[in-house]
């Protein structure tokens, strides 16, 4: 039987994946609430955020900080396991290799372990990289 607290921190252990552009399968997990802060601490010159208008029409803010933060989610690329980041420079390294391409495929990982489905029913992807390799 599992406790509350170790239903609780198994979240941090799930992994989704998703093909980017190039084919390459990228797994996201979720950060615990003190890699949150490490990643805060390495980007606090980064403050502000970007203004834009999200598919339903509502106007969203993007903090500055937030692609890093997504970057610092990666834990794998193909079959490569990728270390949560020691330095800025470690993080930066993560987020040069993953480029725009990978940055979108993050995205919709993350989102997909938040519970939130960008699919649209109407129109499936053609292929989605062969289901992001059977995952």
Do not use: W
């Not at 390495?42 to 933060?69: C, F, K, Q, W």
């Not at 391409?101 to 919709?108: D, P, R």
């Not at 938040?114 to 029913?121: A, H, T, V």
């Amino acid at each position: 039987m599992t406790t509350e607290s170790e239903a609780k921190l198994a979240r941090y252990s799930e992994i989704v994946k998703e093909a980017d552009e190039f084919g390459r399968v990228i797994g996201v997990r979720r950060l615990k609430p003190s890699e949150q802060t490490k990643i805060a601490g390495m980007t606090s010159e980064l403050t502000g955020y970007d203004e834009m208008v999200n598919p339903a029409g509502d106007t969203v803010h993007i903090p500055h900080r937030m692609p890093l933060m997504l970057a610092a989610s990666v834990c794998m690329i193909d079959d490569a396991h990728i270390p949560f980041p020691r330095s800025r420079g470690e993080l930066d390294a993560i987020f040069d290799r993953l480029d725009i391409e990978g940055m979108g495929a993050i995205g919709k990982a993350y989102a997909r372990l938040q519970g939130i489905d960008l699919i649209d029913k109407d129109n499936p992807p053609l292929n989605q990289i062969d289901e992001a390799k059977n995952l």
